[in-house]
């Protein structure tokens, strides 16, 4: 027969079966007759047994009424940026669907949700973030020693690369610290490395950069002396020398240097008195012994009467602070051969010796007079009456070997107020 339309039918009774499958609604419902006589109307939402979209009864004179059936179903879920969904029969009625996330990203929101009676979903959306922080991995620690006379070391590592969890994009990576290919000095150096994706979220990684000096004991200089020392005067390498103030003379090793055991090379200085050795045979030996140690100040007289000599020899004594520092020995030449003395303050040359001193420096025999002799022998002055400690201290401070002496004095704080 053609196409049937649903129509009013009495029916025989049909039992219903059970259970009925819960997924299907009837739309089109007639009215059926029960074998007592009673009209019954179907609810339209009445649960049916067909697994296809219609359902015919045929009676006995072999017409027919059709149900018409349709699936209940919700909305088709919206996939979530960055992950998915998972469900057990599609969006019908009473599946059940579960979200997930990519690698990277969290979950937020109801993880399963369930289509309902009302083809509406139970919860809200779910959707996923990028709370997971990037990772970035540091070398490990940096230890170097110096290199023998050096305070720092170059030190480079590669620039440590951070991976984002999620969409592999970072946005910043910020260094706090010294970059790699710095000189570090001593010490321990903490470097940090941070990296950001584009959700903000932060890694850190960090190390730490040591940088040890080799260092032998400290040295102090010798007392009445000078230190000095290169580079930070104890670490690996340093070399210091020695040298003695004007009057002493310096015993033991004029330098020495911190090895890499962390010992020092050589013995320990001393700076001694100056012994001067008045029992030589002849002038150029005293000078010898004066030789870039001290400079002299020669004063001749035939007559320790003699009152230029006198006002000199006083003014000198006050000026002894002076006469010190810029190492000046004073001579004194009294009196006329045979009678003829020479001192070197409390030591007494014999008379010979005095002589041949100033038939050298060509000193006159019967006026008073001084002679200025620099460290190298040289005869740099010669006064024939009185001079002043303070002008006599202006010409000596612009010899070149003083203004050497000058830098090491000011080093150590030696002065005079004279």
């Given amino acids: 027969p053609g196409a049937p ?43 049916l047994p067909p697994q296809t979209g219609h359902f015919a009864l045929k009676d006995l004179n072999a017409e027919y009424l059709i149900f018409s059936f349709s699936e209940k179903r919700c909305p088709t879920l919206a996939m979530p940026a960055n992950g998915g969904f998972k469900c057990v029969d599609g ?85 706090k610290g010294l970059p790699p290919g710095s000189h570090f000095p001593e010490g321990d150096h903490k470097i940090q490395y941070t990296v950001y994706d584009r959700a903000e979220n932060k890694g850190t990684c960090k190390f730490r950069v040591k940088v040890r000096v080799k260092r032998c004991g400290k040295l102090n200089a010798p007392e009445n002396g000078y230190m000095k020392c290169s580079s930070d005067g104890d ?20 330098a020495r240097v911190c090895q890499s055991n962390l010992a020092w090379s050589g013995t320990e200085p001393t700076c001694a008195a100056m012994n001067v050795n008045v ?14 140690k001290r400079r002299l100040l020669i004063v001749s007289t035939p007559t320790a009467r003699n009152l230029l000599y006198r006002l000199q020899l006083g003014m000198l004594q006050q000026a002894q602070c002076g006469l010190d520092l810029r190492h000046i020995t004073v001579v004194e ?6 009678t003829l003395i ?25 006026s008073f007079s001084m002679v200025l002799v620099d460290k190298h022998g040289m005869d740099k002055e010669r006064y024939v009456s009185l001079v002043m400690p303070v002008a006599l201290f202006n010409l000596i401070d612009t010899f070149p070997l003083r203004k050497e002496e000058m830098v090491l004095q000011a080093e150590m704080g030696q002065t005079c107020s004279t």
Avoid at 113 to 132: I, L, Q, Y
Avoid at 279 to 292: I, K, N, S
């Fill in 333 to 338: 030449l009294v009196g006329v051969f045979p």
């Fill in 342 to 366: 020479g001192r070197i303050g409390a030591k007494i040359m014999p008379p010979a010796l005095a002589l041949q001193l100033r038939l050298l420096l060509r000193i006159p025999l019967y």
């Fill in 91 to 175: 969006a019908y009625f009473n599946s059940r669907c579960e979200y997930y996330c990519s690698p990277g990203y969290t979950l937020k929101g109801e993880r399963t949700v369930t289509c309902m009676d009302n083809k509406a979903w139970s919860g809200r959306p779910a959707f996923c973030v990028d709370m997971e922080p990037p990772r970035i991995k540091c070398p490990s620690v940096k230890e170097r020693i110096a290199e023998p006379n050096k305070l720092t070391v170059r030190v480079s590592w590669e620039t440590p690369e951070g991976r984002d969890t999620a969409d592999g994009i970072l946005t910043d990576v910020i260094l």
């Fill in 279 to 292: 029992g030589v045979r002849t002038a150029a030996a005293l000078l010898d012994q004066f030789y870039e």
């Fill in 5 to 47: 339309s649903p129509r009013p039918l009495l029916l025989p009774y049909l039992p219903r079966p059970s259970p009925w499958p819960a997924s299907w609604a009837v739309s089109g419902a007639s009215s059926c007759h029960l074998p007592s006589h009673t009209w019954c109307l179907p609810p339209l939402s009445q649960n």
């Fill in 235 to 254: 670490n690996y390498g340093a070399t210091c020398e020695f040298s003695c103030i004007g009057g002493y003379e310096l015993q033991g090793s004029p």
